[in-house]
């Protein structure tokens, strides 16, 4: 399907040329040129790929005026088009910067039980994070020339201050169409131990994801031979590449290996959260000394499961470990069965890490929640009733008599919605929403 400009382009080549049938019916009756049906001439060009409709013309004088009109078409239409300046050399320091595991906490890396954040790592050891490859595919992830108009980047919709996510409910692509879910933050993207990627999972690895957008075509619409092709001309590039990679050789595996390693060094681990952490395990005398009293009531209410004469949210039976993470794709009842996005079947989404969620408004997959308190007050009373809703929303007490699935009814008071809200602000990572090492390379006007 051709862009909006590029349908633009072929009406006005078609309309410039003078040789269609709408076109001709304007001309002068002594204009006699042999005239041939228009077939489609396909080029690229500054990033765009036009359809041209250049009629057969038989003599050369004739041949010579199409030709000149389509280059004034194409002209006026590259003119027209959505574009800025693209970017120039990027600013890195000197000594480079660190990406290598040197600083994480050891409730990060320990792999000593089930819910342990390093037992999550899909980092596979076909490519390992360097700070050779994560430098250059932090530059990557923020080069307008991965798109087909050099108008946007990975880093145009997932956003340092915002967790790596948009505050926009959909984002919006490279020609100004809107995407069809709301953009999932990669916060701690390398702890998910199925290692598939996007709400619904259809990506098999990071590697894979990480080349997707950038040939959707509302979001980046870039060819990946094209994208290598466009990289290629960029001088500052081959020596990165050389320093990653060993041979400054520009492919496409690279490229993913690159922007993969950058995501994967996007580890969130120093909230208030983290240094309570660091002071005891949770729910600890330690632990709890260092959380302000409303935090330590919502931090109770996310490890405690919901049963009767216990208070509790039982949220840390889908949002696991030091990290929050998911571990599958769950159905938490948006939708009534049958309506809404069907995500990895049957209405389950994978959720990404809650670090920094405080930041990274809207929520879910479609982004139909404005803040936190949504979302907690869905869980509370709004859950649909679904055939494949997870076990952990389910009212046990009619699942085990064989009554009606029916959720459960949380009947959280204000004072604990609020104490919820403040325990999630404290997974709140201001270094790591500032840190320059995630920041984009490029200088702007």
């Known amino acids: 399907m051709l862009s909006t400009t590029q349908q633009g382009l072929s009406r006005t080549v078609h309309y410039s040329g003078a040789y269609n049938s709408e076109a001709t019916a304007r001309q002068p009756r002594d204009w006699s040129a042999p005239v041939l049906p228009t077939v489609p001439r396909h080029t690229e060009l500054r990033g765009y790929s036009f359809a ?55 409730h990060f890396t320990a792999t000593d039980g089930p819910d342990s954040v390093g037992t999550t790592d899909n980092t596979p050891v076909s490519n390992p994070t360097t700070n050779a490859g994560a430098t250059l595919g932090r530059i990557l992830f923020y080069d307008t020339r991965l798109s087909a ?57 990071l590697e894979a994801q990480v080349l997707e957008p950038i040939q959707d075509p509302i979001e980046m619409g870039l060819s990946l031979d094209v994208m290598r092709e466009k990289l290629a001309r960029a001088p500052f590039y081959r020596p990165l590449f050389e320093r990653a990679f060993g041979t400054s050789e520009i492919t496409v595996d690279r490229v993913s290996r690159a922007l993969a390693q950058f995501v994967r060094a996007l580890v969130s681990a120093g909230a208030p959260y983290d240094r309570a952490r660091a002071a005891g395990r949770p729910g600890s005398t330690a632990f709890n000394a260092r959380l302000p009293a409303p935090a330590r009531l919502g931090h109770q209410l996310f490890v405690t499961a919901p049963n009767p004469g216990i208070r509790g949210a039982g949220c840390s039976r889908c949002h696991v470990g030091d990290a929050q993470i998911s571990l599958s794709p769950r159905n938490i009842g948006l939708d009534p069965d049958g309506t809404g996005d069907a995500g990895a079947n049957d209405g389950r989404f994978k959720a990404p890490s809650l670090r920094n969620v405080a930041v990274r408004a809207p929520y879910m997959h479609d982004g139909r929640f ?76």
Request: proline letters at 9%; a positive charge.
């Open 52 to 106: 041209l409709y250049i009629p057969r013309v038989t003599t050369p004088c004739h041949r010579g005026a199409v030709a000149g009109m389509c280059v004034l078409a194409v002209t006026i239409a590259l003119g027209q088009a959505p574009r800025r300046e693209l970017p120039s050399q990027p600013l890195l320091p000197d000594p480079p910067y660190a990406y290598e595991d040197t600083s994480l906490p050891s």
């Open 370 to 445: 404005g803040s936190l308190r949504e979302v907690i007050e869905h869980y509370d009373r709004s859950v649909e009733p679904s055939q494949f809703l997870d076990m952990t929303l389910l009212d046990r007490r009619l699942a085990v008599t064989g009554g009606p699935i029916q959720p459960v009814r949380l009947k959280l008071t204000d004072r604990e919605i609020d104490g919820l809200v403040a325990f999630l602000r404290t997974l709140t990572d201001d270094g790591f929403l500032s840190d320059p090492r995630f920041s984009d390379p490029f200088p702007r006007r």
């Open 149 to 205: 108009n050099d108008t946007v980047s990975c880093g145009s919709c997932h956003l340092q201050q915002h967790g790596f996510s948009d505050p926009r409910r959909f984002s919006v692509g490279f020609d100004g169409r809107s995407t069809r879910r709301h953009a999932m933050s990669l916060t701690n993207a390398r702890y998910y131990a199925r290692g598939r990627f996007f709400w619904d999972e259809r990506s098999t690895s």
